[in-house]
């Protein structure tokens, strides 16, 4: 498996590790919850899930650029993507897209 496919699936262990959410409620790919939720509390959007993946195991810009691609792929280029999609299947579907991605 090459590097950037390793970030997705990175990516989709964290989230099904600590839990995912979207817009306001994200949490930082630094660590740092939002505004509204104390940092423990906070989940990962996607974003906030890939860049978190990609500083943990040191991906490089190479890599995460590649793998930003594949996403692309599936989800084409959405702006908000995330945010767009339903509470109550969101994250199985983002979970989903990052496995898939990393397929390709």
Same mark, same amino acid.
């Given at each position: 498996?090459?590097?950037?496919?390793?970030?997705?699936?990175?990516?989709?262990?964290?989230?099904?590790?600590?839990?995912?959410?979207?817009?306001r409620w994200a949490r930082r790919?630094?660590?740092?919850?939002? #505004?509204?939720? !104390?940092?423990?509390?906070?989940?990962?959007?996607?974003?906030?899930?890939?860049? #978190?993946?990609?500083?943990?195991?040191?991906?490089?810009?190479? !890599?995460? #650029?590649?793998?930003?691609?594949?996403? !692309?792929?599936?989800?084409?280029?959405?702006?908000?993507?995330?945010?767009?999609?339903?509470?109550?299947?969101?994250?199985?579907?983002?979970?989903?897209?990052?496995?898939?991605?990393?397929?390709?």
């Amino acid at each position: 498996m090459k590097r950037d496919q390793q970030l997705l699936v990175a990516a989709a262990d964290l989230i099904e590790r600590t839990g995912w959410t979207q817009g306001r409620w994200a949490r930082r790919a630094n660590g740092t919850g939002c #505004r509204i939720a !104390s940092p423990a509390a906070a989940r990962f959007d996607i974003t906030g899930a890939f860049y #978190r993946a990609a500083i943990d195991g040191g991906y490089a810009e190479k !890599s995460r #650029r590649a793998a930003l691609d594949r996403i !692309s792929k599936v989800i084409g280029t959405g702006m908000f993507w995330n945010d767009r999609l339903p509470r109550r299947t969101g994250k199985a579907t983002v979970i989903a897209t990052l496995r898939e991605a990393a397929t390709l």
